[in-house]
């Protein structure tokens, strides 16, 4: 090996034996040699002390490295032998060193250097070596690169597969759904988003934001074109000012790594887990949880708050009043301050919300619906009613008029903006959903997508700022898909004469939504079958709806759905099959780290190579390698979970604030309801402002008293 035959101070007394015990024809003799190979004719054998003295010159400060580092070489050179797990692929590594060594060749010809320089400045540049001895050196470790790659592509092949078995290896390694695979340790989820930035996000604070009038007016279209039934993809490729969503439809899979806003992320995992939590009796759902690491009082006082609702009939005010910046006679508020034009005002009480919130059918409150006399609901004897508390800011010393509760809260009218009654097709796109509001359970009907998902509604400031619509279509949490919509595919003509037979069928568990597989063989259409090029009920999450014909579910990779009766049995292009395959796979390979543990422990399986001790100094050097090994996972574990714990207490933080703030702060709705009624801005009234009023004691409204 390079550099192998230096001698190197260790602070363990000399290396000795490494014992070897379990592998069936990888021995080690008196030399400590464990493998032999040919190149060129000669024999080149491989000690491990070679490889272990490698590790060890390459990180002097990190023993435990070094150690882990060769063992995992040993391990993956004595794959290749009889009895390993790759040895029926040694001939092709081999044969692919070569092949790197002759490329080189032909590189450093080329370039005009001799091979002897090229080895040298390779970093094969011991003096007492030969150029014979530099290029075997060369050749071995190009070997070991053509077996890494090899073990790459095996454990992808062998551990990323959707089907799950009974096979405890792949209990354990399984990439996608194994024990420490991608779906337990990160949760995905596959959503879809909309942004609509607005202005207020440069703005400091939760109540006083400033809109434009085409914010609003993109607020209302956006909303509204969801309302009218257009797909949940077609409205953010036409409005959303995300580019991911714009090019993709929304289309995201978000898990616990970073990348996504704290209102985004953590507003739907409160959503799932607190909110509503519907899926606690699904398989592994306590362990899943513990992933998210929600604290104690993070749990608390999101479960308190709860969530919010923006009435359709708010969304339609606001765009009616989003060029409104004078009252109908032509006269200024204070001066035109804009904090009390309606757009603002409407913008401020049902979308500066941090926290989840839904879009409802419901009207918005009308001015006749505000009392005139500025009291509390209670003290009317009407606890239903709409009305303000009054109470004193300490700071100030200023009567505060605010319409929404202790807690951040307010009351919604009620009253139905589409009548389901009339066979209104708007009303169909709001269908029932219980959430918890303070604790208590609230049934609303919301907005969802053509496809019955409820759309969340969160807004955020800091970066990304703007109003954020998402829709959830398959929960981490979801394992056994509890939300399949039986609808859709008896439109479509499924087979079976029940929901619950049409669910047997066509249903997906979380390890077929992900499968990293293309349905398609190619694009066109089969002759033999006048029908596309699909690939097979084995090779893709599939329903066998008659013998030997298969229909494929649906999944992230294939997200229309398929029945039986449909010709067309796949609608999109391989290409775009491909882009959301490499979605999964990069997701995945992202927890690379994690998998190298996983490839050295399957090799190991079968091999059972051991370093053991050092007969001197008594050393546990596998001992060590195991205490390296469970340090580094447990480390990633305590990272991940100190991340996520951050982000909860400042997620919650924000939510916190919010409500004083707009407590204190909010303009009561009636300033927008009935903008421009002189009543509301004396002293004494819910819009009452001493910075404007006059020594005379009049109302100023733009210097007109």
Request: glycine share 8%; hydrophobic share 30%.
């Amino acid at each position: 090996m390079k550099n192998g035959k230096k001698a190197i101070s260790l602070v363990f007394t000399a290396l000795a034996v490494v014992s070897l015990s379990g592998c069936s024809d990888v021995t080690t003799n008196s030399d400590g040699k464990i493998l032999t190979y040919t190149y060129q004719g000669q024999h080149l054998d491989i000690s491990t002390d070679d490889i272990i003295q490698k590790y060890l010159n390459e990180s002097r400060d990190e023993h435990a490295k070094a150690f882990y580092d060769a063992l995992y070489e040993i391990v993956v050179r004595a794959s290749f032998e009889k009895g390993g797990d790759l040895s029926t692929y040694k001939d092709a590594v081999e044969a692919t060193a070569r092949d790197a060594v002759e490329e080189a060749k032909d590189s450093a010809d080329n370039s005009g250097t001799s091979w002897h320089d090229y080895l040298v400045n390779q970093g094969y540049n011991d003096a007492n070596m030969t150029d014979s001895e530099r290029e075997n050196e060369f050749y071995l470790d190009k070997l070991y690169t053509a077996m890494t790659g090899r073990v790459d592509t095996e454990f992808n092949s062998k551990f990323k597969t959707w089907v799950v078995s009974n096979d405890e290896v792949q209990k354990q390694y399984n990439a996608l759904w194994g024990v420490n695979g991608y779906i337990n340790k990160k949760l995905p989820y596959h959503v879809k988003h909309i942004l609509v930035k607005v202005d207020a996000s440069d703005d400091n604070g939760y109540s006083r934001g400033h809109i434009s009038s085409d914010n609003a007016a993109k607020l209302y279209n956006t909303i509204t074109s969801l309302v009218e039934g257009n797909s949940f993809s077609n409205v953010a490729k036409n409005y959303s000012d995300d580019t991911g969503s714009n090019t993709k439809g929304g289309e995201y899979i978000m898990d616990t790594e970073a990348g996504f806003v704290n209102e985004f992320q953590l507003g739907i995992y409160t959503y799932d887990t607190i909110i509503n939590p519907q899926y606690k009796e699904q398989p592994n759902y306590d362990e899943k949880l513990d992933v998210l690491n929600i604290t104690e009082d993070a749990q608390d006082e999101l479960t308190d708050f709860g969530v919010t609702f923006i009435p359709y009939g708010v969304v339609d005010e606001l765009n009616k009043v989003k060029d409104k910046t004078t009252t109908d006679n032509g006269l200024t508020i204070y001066d035109g301050d804009e904090d009390y034009f309606p757009r603002n005002i409407y913008f401020n009480k049902y979308f500066q919300n941090r926290n989840v919130g839904f879009i409802t059918n419901e009207t918005a409150f009308a001015e006749a619906d505000f009392p005139t006399d500025f009291v509390n609901p209670g003290e009317t004897g009407d606890n239903n009613a709409v009305g303000y508390r009054k109470f004193e800011d300490n700071v100030s010393g200023s009567s505060v008029f605010t319409d929404i509760d202790t807690t951040g809260h307010y009351k919604t009218s009620g009253i139905e903006f589409f009548k389901s009654g009339d066979d209104d097709e708007r009303a169909k796109r709001f269908k029932p959903l219980t959430v918890s509001i303070e604790g208590q359970p609230v049934t609303k009907n919301v907005l969802c997508d053509t496809e019955g998902n409820p759309i969340l509604v969160v807004r955020n400031q800091e970066s990304s700022g703007g109003v954020h619509f998402i829709i959830v279509e398959r929960s981490a949490f979801d394992e056994n898909d509890v939300n399949f919509d039986y609808s859709g595919y008896k439109e479509a003509g499924a087979t079976g004469s029940s929901d619950e037979e049409i669910y047997n069928e066509y249903h997906t568990t979380l390890n077929e939504y992900y499968a990293a597989a293309n349905p398609k063989e190619k694009d066109g259409i089969k002759p033999t079958t006048n029908k596309p090029y699909y690939v097979g009920g084995d090779l893709f999450p599939a329903y066998e709806y008659e013998k030997g014909a298969y229909v494929p579910k649906k999944t992230y990779v294939q997200q229309n759905i398929v029945t039986s009766s449909p010709t067309n049995y796949v609608n999109d292009t391989v290409e775009n099959y491909n882009l959301r395959v490499d979605d999964i796979d990069k997701k995945i390979d992202g927890m690379s780290s994690t998998t190298q543990f996983s490839k050295y422990e399957w090799l190991n399986s079968t091999l059972n190579l051991s370093l053991n001790e050092f007969t001197d100094a008594k050393v546990d050097v596998q001992g060590l390698v195991d205490r390296y090994i469970n340090t580094q996972m447990n480390s990633q574990e305590r990272s991940s979970a100190k991340s996520m714990q951050d982000k909860w207490t400042a997620y919650v933080a924000s939510i916190r604030k919010q409500s004083w703030e707009r407590e204190y702060n909010l303009l009561p709705e009636i300033l927008a309801a009935d903008f421009g009624n002189p009543e509301l801005y004396k002293n004494g009234a819910p819009g009452y402002n001493a910075k404007y009023y006059t020594v005379n004691g009049n109302l100023t409204t733009g210097g007109n008293n």
